[in-house]
Nanobody
Framework: QAQLVESGGGLVQAGGSMRLSCVVSGLTFSRYAMGWFRQAPGKERDFVAGISVNSVYTGYVDSVKGRFTISRDNAKNTVYLQMNSLKPEDTAVYYC??????????????????WGQGTQVTVSS
């Protein structure tokens, strides 16, 4: 059974950095595109970043471009989200997700097959 476990969340001041990790088990990680999503209170779950199976393709929502970096280590079954220059509006629960369709990530949460439980990121002003 597939399991995705996020870690690395917490409280940080605006302008600070944080790195999220998502360790995946129970599936062939290297065959899945991966995505990071976030959900703020009272809002929908939104795409943040995605990465293809071989790391050749990455993509970001406009609001995090230049600040966040997604990466993966297929040998460790882990996907990362490095977050720099954090802003209070980045506060949300962050989720990683796995997509088995084509090897290329999607920005649509509906197309992901497996999800982690989420990790809270709080950015104070």
């Amino acid at each position: 059974q597939a399991q995705l476990v996020e870690s690395g969340g917490g409280l940080v001041q605006a302008g600070g950095s944080m790195r999220l990790s998502c360790v995946v088990s129970g599936l062939t990680f290297s065959r899945y595109a991966m995505g990071w999503f976030r959900q703020a209170p009272g809002k929908e779950r939104d795409f943040v970043a995605g990465i293809s199976v071989n790391s050749v393709y990455t993509g970001y929502v406009d609001s995090v471009k230049g600040r966040f970096t997604i990466s993966r280590d297929n040998a460790k079954n882990t996907v990362y989200l490095q977050m720099n220059s954090l802003k209070p509006e980045d506060t949300a629960v962050y989720y990683c997700a796995a997509d088995r369709r084509s090897g290329y990530y999607s920005a649509s949460s509906e197309l992901y097959d497996y999800w982690g439980q989420g990790t809270q990121v709080t950015v104070s002003s």
